[in-house]
């Protein structure tokens, strides 16, 4: 791998960093991009390539993970998780989680039953699939 390549990986790398970690903030292509010190344009069409989605299908997918555990590990409202993790209308995460999981949030709580079996077992079993 070229010098280049790797430098090119490191950079979406540190923005995917940023993507996980703070999945509940407003995150958006400009400022992604200054993360990983390349323009706009560039940012998009590289992460596509890297990770095979675009920036914000990644991070839509990371908040429905984490309100797939909140849902499956709390009471709390649907509406609360929505928030939690960075939705900003309950509407707009009811939908995007029924294209990622294919069901509703309240659907798939009712069917998701907590079992005692290590995080990195579920977390891989229960990923939505883009």
């Known amino acids: 791998m070229s010098r280049a390549a790797e430098e090119t990986n490191r950079r979406m790398l540190r923005a995917r960093d ?4 703070d ?12 993360v990983a010190h390349v ?3 560039h940012f998009t069409r590289t992460f596509r390539a890297t990770f095979g ?7 839509q997918r990371r908040r429905v993970e984490r309100a797939m555990f909140l849902l499956r590990e709390t009471n709390r409202s649907v509406t609360d998780i929505s928030f939690e993790v960075g939705f900003t209308s309950p509407g707009t995460f009811s939908r995007t989680f029924r294209d990622i999981v294919g069901r509703s949030p309240r659907t ?6 907590a079992v005692s079996v290590p995080t990195c077992f579920t977390m891989a079993w229960t990923r939505p699939h883009a």
């Not at 940023?18 to 970690?21: A, E, G, N």
């Not at 798939?108 to 039953?113: C, H, I, N, T, W």
């Open 53 to 59: 989605e675009t920036p914000h299908r990644y991070l």
């Open 108 to 113: 798939y709580r009712k069917e998701a039953v």
């Open 39 to 41: 323009s706009q344009a």
């Open 23 to 34: 999945y509940a903030r407003p995150l958006d292509v400009p400022t992604l991009a200054r």
């Open 18 to 21: 940023v993507l996980d970690r």
